[in-house]
């Protein structure tokens, strides 16, 4: 028979922590506590399967699973020493749902379940503490109400402020008794009012509406779009997690709190979180009270007035500060936990390896690493290359001015700068046309998760540091601030204020996720640099690494940050950008409308200076690092006006006549020009331009070489090629002018002929073509159009419904078919290897940056990977992960 239910509880468990699959995170990790002796109050987890077997199987339950659970349920009463909607020995449960990765879009909690109109009074007399019950009570039918019944829980936000109103109360803490016995009548008024139905009384009935309201929210919305967004696959399912209650409720010995064992903020090894007196756990995270600090040191640092749980209750304090300390060695890793103190006594509820900032992330994995917790390769495993993202994003210039409008919390990182959004549909909107947006919150709900997605930055004027905001901000690497109380938000206006002045939807401004700061307009920003944690990291990595890392870069700009970020050359130049100057443009169009090839030589004679002066500032910064160059690849037709207008205007600048220069746009006009007269057709075609470019190389190769005193070896590429006599033509130019050359200045020039392999046929046939090719470099942009016979251009329009409907996991541009591409690549680096030993392999699409497809990259042994320059970081991590992975 298939175990649906495993149990935990008193020191043993069922599970343990590798069975994350099957019991989702929180439930192995419930497990895993129970197995160290931790003290966790008794619970069971019903497994990942169920939930699988319940969509495929019309949304019913496997035929045992109501008879595991009623086992595992009187095993937790007997543990407890109570019994499960007995109301002489009141046994109430926690349900929360649990998914392998944390899904912050699913149902996540309902407690005090088993609360009915008698086992409420059982649980008054059980505390000796009525107000306590029916506040319990008023809270269960609340949360139940909205994640199970599916009411909206400004229904009972509605009553309780009503009902606080009317008394003239400020805080939930001043109902008494009866009065919260009162608001419970009216709820359950309420619930039968909008249901239709009475708020149901059997604590059966209860349980299997929250386990069936977890198994749903695996569907809902919410879950599905951070899934999407996530990459979580819809078959994983959810576990559910049915625990005994304790109570952080129960008078001022009690207290509930969450709590990180490492600053996830900064990474420093300090104890961080917070806590609440006599509060459920929803207090903490609600924002409604302001969270005390755990230590005393960081309630000195907050500058607080409230004592820290070390000083109120000193000895759960310590006995939290040893399980802290204990899990964090025991997972070796910084360690997210959750814990209730009932009466003086510590419980714990959850532990998981803790969300950070990369920044935070950095500092961890190198303190773990010095500290002999992890090894180094550990360390370097530890970072998302993608997560280096961060902190390659801007900062503010420091010295900029600030007009400073609001301070909250530092949240998450970076500083974005963008127009007011009040909503996340409006923020996914704006930011749909291409708008920089800032989203503005009261505070952020699972529902927001779109919305700041698409936002530059996001602002709360509620919420600590632990808020949802700052929880998925970090997540998401956005710069976030939190809490900023000051500032007044007016949604129905649409309008923000702050310290007088009032800022409307689309105005500017700028959010310091390092300060907390909020600015008024845009504000100037530095770079990033490679600096501390950050560059031992790379240094770790960059020993593990086998595959080189080179840059995408034309510009000398490109090719500095490039440089600073640790490339190790340049591994696509396309000299195509380097035409779009004011003046360049100018003979770039006099050669393309000339008649014949004189013209065309004359032109290409005006480039040629510019052309050098561009390739020998390249060589300079590169300072002996290998250069590759391509030969110019797009279709002539991308360097001419475009419309009536702009082709009378250049007409005009350049003193010919509108009428031709019309007509040879539209001679130039190709159905498929990603198909068309490109790539070394052009040299084909006018082989002088290969020979200006070659001879601007080899010119600048020689200059170059001259100043630095570091001889160049420019590596020449040759575009778009797919038989091999295409390449040994365009060779035979290049070859000839070098010699030209070498004979005029009197200089050997040391050189490699290579071409990218981006068409299938090149791919099929790249044995002949390594007879004429020095190196191959994969245009994996060009060869993902070709193999799935889809525009880069156009694909935007489907692919996304492609990604919606299943019929595609991940975008083939963004992240390489391993299956089809992968497999013309696999072809070509055998084909290649075998008929030229030593062949330099590269590859510069944009998948040369994505870390998923360097993984391939190392699996088919490339010599190096090219990307742009701000990927270079996270290339050199993500290739020495892959190396470490191959080991
Ligand atoms: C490619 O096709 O992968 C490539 C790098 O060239 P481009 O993107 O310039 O076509
Ligand atoms: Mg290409």
């Not at 996530?230 to 959810?238: A, Q, R, S």
């Not at 304790?246 to 009690?254: A, E, I, K, L, Q």
């Not at 923020?427 to 919150?441: H, N, S, T």
């Not at 391509?630 to 003193?655: N, T």
Request: proline share 5%.
């Amino acid at each position: 028979m298939t175990k649906w239910v495993y149990s935990f509880g008193d020191g043993q468990a069922e599970g343990r922590a590798s069975d994350r699959n099957l019991l989702g995170g929180k439930g192995a990790n419930l497990a895993e506590m129970c197995s160290l002796g931790l003290p966790v109050p008794p619970g069971f987890t019903i497994t990942t399967e169920v939930c699988t077997h319940y969509y495929a199987n019309g949304q019913n339950y496997p035929a045992e699973l109501e008879a595991q659970v009623n086992g595992a349920l009187q095993e937790v009463g007997r543990i407890a020493g109570r019994r499960f909607g007995d109301p002489e020995r009141l046994l109430l449960v926690s349900v929360r749902s649990g998914a392998r990765a944390s899904m912050p879009g699913m149902m996540d909690t309902v407690l005090n379940l088993g609360l009915n109109d008698l086992t409420v009074e059982a649980l008054a007399a059980d505390a000796g503490d009525a107000r306590f019950a029916y506040d319990s009570y008023r809270r269960f039918i609340q949360m139940y109400g909205d994640v199970v019944l599916g009411l909206d829980h400004e229904v009972f936000e509605e009553i309780l402020s009503d009902e606080k109103a009317r008394r003239g109360y400020d805080v939930d803490t001043e109902f008494s008794a009866d009065e919260w016995k009162e608001v419970v009548g009216l709820y359950k008024e309420r619930v039968e009012s909008e249901l239709g139905k009475p708020f149901p009384q059997d604590p059966r009935e209860q349980l299997w509406g929250a386990i069936g309201a977890v198994f749903s929210s695996w569907m809902n919305p919410r879950a599905i779009t951070y899934r999407r967004l996530h990459e979580i696959p819809e078959n994983w399912g959810t576990a559910v997690n049915v625990q005994a209650m304790v109570f952080g409720n129960m008078g001022d010995t009690s207290a509930t709190g969450v709590a990180f064992t490492r600053n996830p903020s900064t990474g420093e090894k300090a104890l961080y979180g917070e806590f609440l007196v006599n509060a459920q756990g929803e207090d903490v995270v609600a924002g409604i009270r302001t969270p005390q600090c755990l230590t005393e040191a960081a309630r000195r640092e907050a500058g607080s007035d409230k004592p820290s749980l070390e000083k109120v209750m000193p000895e759960a304090f310590a006995a939290f500060v040893e399980i802290a300390e204990k899990l964090e060695s025991h997972y070796r890793d910084m360690q997210d936990l959750e814990f209730t103190i009932e009466r003086g006594k510590l419980w714990m509820l959850q532990t998981r390896s803790g969300k950070r900032t990369t920044k935070a992330a950095l500092k961890i994995a190198v303190d773990m690493a010095n500290e002999g917790l992890i090894s180094r390769a550990e360390a370097v495993c530890r970072i998302d290359p993608a997560s280096l993202d961060q902190l390659l994003h801007p900062t503010i210039d420091p010295a900029a001015k600030r007009d400073m409008i609001a301070v909250g919390l530092p949240a998450s990182p970076g500083a974005a700068t963008g127009e007011i959004v009040f909503t996340s549909d409006e923020a996914e909107g704006m930011a749909g046309q291409g708008k920089r947006v800032i989203l503005v919150r009261v505070e952020t709900s699972p529902e927001d998760i779109h919305g700041m997605h698409a936002a530059e930055g996001i602002l709360t004027t509620r919420g600590g540091m632990t808020s949802h905001a700052a929880v998925v901000a970090r997540g998401m690497g956005k710069p976030c601030v939190s809490g900023a109380g000051t500032l007044r938000v007016d949604l129905r206006m649409g309008t923000m204020t702050a310290m007088g002045r009032s800022f409307k939807r689309g105005d500017v401004i700028t959010i310091d996720g390092s300060t907390g700061q909020v600015l008024a307009g845009a504000v100037p920003m530095l770079q990033p640099a490679l600096s501390g944690d950050f560059s031992t990291i790379m240094s770790w990595a960059d020993e593990l690494r086998r595959m080189k890392v080179r840059a995408n870069a034309e510009t000398p700009v490109d090719a500095r940050t490039a440089h600073s970020f640790g490339a190790e050359g340049i591994g696509l130049c396309r000299t195509e950008h380097m035409f779009f100057d004011d003046e360049r443009i100018l003979a770039m169009r006099e050669m393309i409308l000339s008649d014949t090839e004189s013209q065309r030589r004359a032109a290409l004679a005006k480039l040629l200076p510019m052309q050098r002066a561009d390739f020998v500032e390249l060589f300079e910064i590169m300072a002996g690092l290998p250069v590759t160059i391509r030969l110019l690849d797009p279709p002539l037709h991308e360097f001419l006006p475009r419309g009536e207008a702009e082709i009378a205007e250049v007409a005009a600048a350049m003193g010919v006549d509108a009428e031709k220069l019309r007509q040879r746009t539209e001679s130039l006009h190709e159905f498929n020009p990603m198909l068309g007269h490109r790539g070394c057709r052009l040299a084909i075609s006018y082989p002088e331009i290969a020979e200006m470019q070659a001879r601007a190389i080899f010119e600048a190769a020689v200059e170059a070489g001259q100043k630095t005193g570091a001889p160049v070896v420019p590596e020449i590429m040759v575009p778009l090629v797919g038989i091999a006599s295409e390449l040994a033509f365009v060779k035979a130019i290049v070859d000839d002018v070098a010699k030209k050359v070498q004979e005029e200045r009197g200089n050997a020039i040391d050189y490699l002929v290579g071409t990218m392999i981006e068409l299938p046929r090149a791919a099929l046939n790249a044995g002949e073509i390594a007879r004429a090719a020095e190196f191959f470099s994969f245009g994996t942009n060009d060869l993902t159009q070709t193999t799935f016979g889809i525009s880069r251009d156009d694909a935007g329009s489907f692919l996304e419904t492609y990604r919606g409907k299943g019929i595609i996991e991940h975008d083939p541009f963004v992240t390489l078919d391993v299956d089809g591409v992968g497999a013309l690549v696999r072809i070509a680096v055998e084909k290649g290897r075998a008929a030229r030993e030593g062949v330099k392999l590269g590859i510069c699409g944009e998948h040369g940056g994505d870390p998923a497809s360097i993984v391939f990259c190392e699996e088919v042994g490339l010599d190096y990977v090219s990307c742009s320059p701000f990927r270079v970081p996270i290339a050199r991590l993500a290739a020495a992960q892959a190396a470490c992975r191959k080991a």
